[in-house]
C-alpha cells in the first residue's frame, strides 16, 4: 500500500508539473489521465470488443488533439435485457484491473447509475495522489447497421502502456456526423458537428467508396431520401468535401476517391 501511495503521488506530481509547463488546468489533466488509463483496463479486459470507443474522447484521439477532451467516456454497446446491472458488473470487474504504475485507486463498490434518453450514464470514483475525481462513463447504442470496426491507439499523457480500443472506422463517424447535419442543419449540435468533421479531414485519409456506403446505409437506415435542394449550407472545405459525395448520391453512381489530408482534396 505504502508502494501504490508513493507511485500515486509521483504520478500527480509529474501531472502537476506538466500542467505548470503546459500553462492547462491541472484538474483537467488529472481527469484525462484517468480516463486514458480507465481506457487501458478496458483494452486489457475480456470486455474489450463489446464497447466501442465513440464521441468526443475518440474524436480527441483521431484529430490529435483538435477536438478537445470532455469529462465524459462515451462507449457504445449492443442493447441488451438488463443492461445496466451488467455494464455496471462490467465496469467493476474493469476497475478491479490491477495497473499499480499508473497510481490510481478506483472505488468499484461506489460506482453511481442512472438511466437516461438514449443510454446508461455511470460515474466511477478514481484517487490520484490525495485528490478523487469522478469520471462519467455514457453507454449508448451501437447502429442497427453493418459497420467493420477498427481499432485505435489511445494517446498517453505520461510513459504508460497505449490503450488499443475498437471504434467506428472515421468513414461512418463522418457519414454520421452527415446524417445529423442533414437532418438539423439549424441546430446548434449542427455547427459542432461541422467543427468536428472540418477537424477530422485535417488529419484522416477518407475512402470514399466508404463513406458513400455508409452514408447510403444510414440514409436509409432513417428513411431520409436524398434531395437536389437542401437547407443545409456548407462553404470552405466542407463543401470541396460533401458535394462530390452529394452529387453521386442523386445520380446513383459510385464514388471512388480518396480524400487526403495533407493537401485537402479528393483525388
Aim: hydrophobic share 40%; aromatic share 10%.
Amino acid at each position: 500500500m505504502e508502494t501504490m501511495s508513493t507511485q500515486s503521488t509521483n504520478v500527480f506530481t509529474q501531472i502537476t508539473e506538466m500542467a505548470a509547463a503546459r500553462q492547462e488546468n491541472r484538474e483537467q489533466l488529472v481527469s484525462l489521465y484517468c480516463q486514458e488509463r480507465l481506457l487501458y483496463r478496458l483494452s486489457v479486459s475480456s470486455y474489450n470488443d463489446q464497447f466501442y470507443l465513440a464521441g468526443d474522447l475518440l474524436l480527441f484521439a483521431l484529430t490529435e488533439g483538435l477536438v478537445k477532451p470532455t469529462k465524459e467516456i462515451t462507449l457504445l454497446a449492443k442493447p441488451s435485457a438488463r443492461q445496466q446491472e451488467i455494464v455496471k458488473q462490467a465496469l467493476k470487474e474493469i476497475c478491479s484491473i490491477a495497473v499499480p504504475e499508473d497510481g490510481i485507486e478506483w472505488n468499484a463498490e461506489k460506482i453511481e447509475s442512472a438511466l437516461t434518453e438514449d443510454g446508461i450514464h455511470f460515474t466511477i470514483p478514481a484517487t490520484l495522489g490525495q485528490t478523487t475525481t469522478y469520471i462519467e462513463v455514457r453507454i449508448t447504442y451501437k447502429e442497427s447497421v453493418p459497420v467493420t470496426p477498427k481499432t485505435i491507439m489511445f494517446p498517453t499523457l505520461l510513459a504508460s502502456e497505449v490503450a488499443v480500443l475498437y471504434t467506428y472506422p472515421t468513414e461512418f463517424v463522418i457519414a454520421q456526423k452527415f446524417i445529423e447535419m442533414y437532418q438539423y442543419p439549424a441546430l446548434e449540435k449542427t455547427s459542432k458537428a461541422m467543427l468536428e468533421v472540418n477537424q477530422l479531414l485535417q488529419t484522416q485519409n477518407i475512402e470514399g467508396r466508404i463513406l458513400q456506403a455508409y452514408i447510403e446505409a444510414l440514409f436509409e437506415r432513417h428513411h431520409f431520401t436524398i434531395e437536389l435542394n437542401t437547407t443545409l449550407e456548407l462553404t470552405g472545405v466542407l463543401k470541396q468535401f460533401f458535394s462530390p459525395i452529394h452529387e453521386v448520391l442523386l445520380a446513383e453512381h459510385e464514388f471512388f476517391q480518396q480524400w487526403y489530408f495533407d493537401n485537402q482534396a479528393w483525388q
